[in-house]
T-cell receptor
Framework: TQLLEQSPQFLSIQEGENLTVYCNSS?????LQWYRQEPGEGPVLLVT?????EVKKLKRLTFQFGDARKDSSLHITAAQPGDTGLYLC?????????????FGGGTRVLVKP | GAVVSQHPSWVICKSGTSVKIECRSL??????MFWYRQFPKQSLMLMAT?????????EQGVEKDKFLINHASLTLSTLTVTSAHPEDSSFYIC????????????FGPGTRLTVT
């Protein structure tokens, strides 16, 4: 069982549709990051959420951090083919030592034109 | 900015040889860098944490004599895959931590290693 569970694992939608990706844990995180990775490239940081209940928007992407800081969601409005990629959530549990990130299993998103 | 580069972007080597991969933070100093391995269609698997001027900390199951890590400066870390075998073929990605705030990491573009 992973510390950060992402769902769904795979999502295929048509251009213009909305989608939501979830990142859940039983542990409390000091912050959570969302990354997008395209094939053959490294992950690119999209956003960091720090405060419980925080909502951040990045154009058509909306990120939310749960009140208890145990979960987060990524919502994409009117998805476009350019949104296709592997979405990863990552964070550091409050109780963990060191400064390494724990990654979720990833959600592969395919937006068809 | 927070740009991290990796070199080479891809490499093919013969079984038994060693390969060195470089990771550089181009516009910031990184006291901590990380090395990951990624298998097709899977998430990132942390191999080791590299701290400038000290020995790397390896994750459980990662052979430190197989994957040599050197963090020689605040902007450069290297991963050397020694005596490579076909099962070492993978996508290797480095990242660097910037600043002391939330634990954000900035990733390099990755290196595709193929061992024949």
């Amino acid at each position: 069982t992973q510390l950060l569970e992402q769902s769904p694992q795979f999502l295929s939608i048509q251009e213009g549709e909305n989608l939501t990706v979830y990142c859940n844990s039983s542990s409390v995180f000091s912050s959570l990051q969302w990354y997008r990775q395209e094939p053959g490239e490294g992950p690119v940081l999209l956003v960091t959420v720090v405060t419980g209940g925080e909502v951040k928007k990045l154009k058509r992407l909306t990120f939310q951090f749960g009140d208890a800081r145990k979960d987060s969601s990524l919502h994409i409005t009117a998805a476009q083919p350019g949104d296709t990629g592997l979405y990863l959530c990552a964070g550091q549990p409050i109780k963990a030592a060191g400064n390494k990130l724990t990654f979720g299993g990833g959600t592969r998103v395919l937006v068809k034109p | 900015g927070a740009v991290v580069s990796q070199h080479p972007s891809w490499v093919i080597c013969k079984s038994g040889t060693s390969v060195k991969i470089e990771c550089r933070s181009l516009d910031f100093q990184a006291t901590t860098m990380f090395w990951y391995r990624q298998f097709p269609k899977q998430s990132l698997m942390l191999m080791a944490t590299s701290n400038e001027g000290s020995k790397a900390t390896y994750e459980q199951g990662v052979e430190k004599d197989k994957f040599l890590i050197n963090h020689a400066s605040l902007t450069l870390s290297t991963l050397t895959v020694t005596s490579a075998h076909p099962e070492d073929s993978s996508f290797y990605i480095c990242s660097a931590r910037k600043g002391r705030g939330p634990y954000e990491q900035y990733f390099g573009p990755g290196t595709r290693l193929t061992v024949t």
